[in-house]
């Protein structure tokens, strides 16, 4: 063996072990998260011993003194030897501002979960899928759009309405929201951006529509709960619509957060917006800041994350009932040129604020 060949077999059994202390520490940051523990350090002005750590949130001392050993040894939480007191565990605010609820958009720590969950969730038949090719239906990841909903109430609470909506257009669609007009969200899941939507703009009218069942019964629940007037909820397939004469020229407004990638007829879908559309109208499709050329994508901060829950989620859930399987990672130029062939004119490709996952791809009918 050469050096150079030993010098790169060298670099690669290092790096193979950052992927099996990272991938382990990335499960434990999770149940972290889940369990609030982050919340609960964040609180503390000094560090604190395992035992008033585990007492504040409520967990046990053992489970919570391992915890906190994954979490030192990997940098999280700083351990703080004290005579008297034996280990003491501290949360640097530095670490805090990306990991913990408060973080907002900023919010790194809830996607620690994320992996983990798919794992358990459908590890097996995406095994399953590599020997035959099919699909995952959206009803085996019951766990998953629960997280999802608290992703998006992470994104969307935060911003939403503050920044994301007063950049559409140089802000002219807050003032048409204002006014009142009609919006729909596509694949609102349990329609937490139509509902902030919906509460900031009381004179529009908002309708979210979703192919699941269960999210569809939730997002009905939520908004009967809370009272709202100008929401709706529809079961409803996006690949139908050009078919359903009912919703032809209804909006004013479509938008589709994270949702375009995960149908399973992904050129159906936008044609079905842009025909549910009045003359005129708009469409704000938000999706995954990537290439279409995997080359590109190489030096993508996040293409290990992003292509990981694609193969996970996004491609299974699209290749279902023999779709197209397009996956997060189908890029900014296939949407743009499939946003073209659906019919939209003046197809603009914009930054998010404080959004370094999406892009705002802003078109109309």
Same mark, same amino acid.
């Given at each position: 063996m050469n050096e150079k060949s030993k010098h790169d077999q060298e670099n690669f059994s290092e790096k193979l072990t950052d992927i099996l202390n990272y991938g382990a520490l990335n499960l434990a940051m999770g149940l972290g998260y889940r369990m609030r523990l982050f919340d609960v350090m964040d609180t503390f002005k000094t560090p604190q011993p395992a035992a008033v750590i585990s007492q504040? =949130? %409520?967990l046990n001392e053992r489970y919570v003194l391992e915890w906190l050993g994954v979490m030192v040894t990997g940098g999280i939480v700083r351990l703080v030897k004290d005579q008297g007191d034996g280990d003491l565990f501290h949360l640097p605010k530095t670490h805090a501002d990306f990991i913990t609820r408060r =973080? %907002?958009?900023?919010?790194?720590?809830?996607?620690?979960?994320?992996?983990?969950l798919l794992t358990a969730t459908v590890s097996e038949a995406v095994a399953n899928g590599f020997k035959t090719g099919e699909g995952i239906h959206y009803d085996q990841y019951p766990g998953f759009y629960r997280f999802m909903t608290e992703l998006a109430d992470a994104?969307?609470?935060q911003v939403l309405v503050?920044?994301?909506l007063p950049s559409v257009e140089h802000g002219e669609m807050v003032k048409r929201l204002e006014q009142g007009i009609s919006v729909c969200d596509m694949g609102c899941g349990e329609g937490v951006a139509l509902m902030v939507m919906a509460e900031a703009f009381p004179k529009s009218r908002f309708i979210g529509i979703d192919i699941s069942d269960g999210v569809i019964e939730k997002a009905r629940s939520v908004a009967e709960e809370k009272g709202f007037q100008n929401v709706s909820f529809q079961k409803r397939d996006a690949a139908l619509l050009t078919e359903d004469r009912k919703l032809h020229d209804t909006f004013d407004y479509v938008t589709a957060f994270d949702a375009i990638h995960d149908q399973t007829k992904p050129a159906e879908a936008l044609e079905g917006i842009f025909t549910v559309l009045k003359a005129g109208g708009a469409f704000s499709?938000?999706?995954i800041a990537a290439s279409s050329d995997l080359e590109k994508n190489m030096e993508h901060p996040m293409g290990m994350f992003l292509y990981t829950v694609s193969l996970m989620h996004c491609m299974p859930v699209g290749l279902a009932d023999g779709g197209m399987g397009l996956g997060m990672m189908w890029g900014r130029?296939?949407?743009v040129k499939m946003l073209q062939q659906a019919g939209f004119t003046g197809v603009s490709v914009e930054e998010i604020p404080n959004d370094p996952f999406n892009l705002h791809f802003f078109c109309k009918k």
């Open positions: 504040e =949130a %409520g =973080a %907002g958009n900023n919010n790194m720590g809830v996607y620690t979960q994320e992996i983990p994104k969307h609470l503050s920044q994301f499709m938000v999706d130029e296939k949407a």
